[in-house]
């Protein structure tokens, strides 16, 4: 099993920045395949971006170019580094930790809020 706990969230406005981290505690976070969901108000969650099986990247088509996640398994970290950040990437952003056999795990989620 897996805990994760989001930092970094806050208020920016619009074409600004922020990075937003995603600390692991357990064991073999290596293994876990790792993504960044948002969820803004009255909307599902919605998958941001995210790791496939071999390492390479996924992004949604509304943040490619200005979201990039990156992960550093020595500091059981995993982050999103947001920038030209828009009014409609509001939401809470959560972190996600899968695997086939232990299953999925969430973090308690950040708040982004682009506005000015």
């Known amino acids: 099993q897996v805990q994760l706990v989001e930092s970094g969230g806050g208020l920016v406005q619009p074409g600004g920045s922020l990075r937003l981290s995603c600390a692991a505690s357990?064991?073999?976070?290596?293994?876990?395949?790792m993504a960044w969901y948002r969820q803004a108000p009255g909307r599902q969650r919605e998958l941001v971006a995210a790791?496939?099986?071999?390492?390479?990247?996924n992004y949604a088509d509304s943040v490619k170019g200005r979201f990039t996640i990156s992960r550093d398994n020595a500091k059981n970290s995993v982050y999103l580094q947001m920038n030209s950040l828009k009014p409609e990437d509001t939401g809470v952003y959560y972190c996600?930790?899968?695997?086939?056999?232990?299953?999925?795990?969430w973090g308690q989620g950040t708040q982004v809020t682009v506005s000015s």
């Open positions: 996600n930790a899968a695997d086939l056999r232990r299953g999925a795990f």
């Open positions: 357990g064991t073999n976070f290596s293994i876990y395949i």
């Open positions: 790791f496939t099986g071999s390492g390479a990247t």
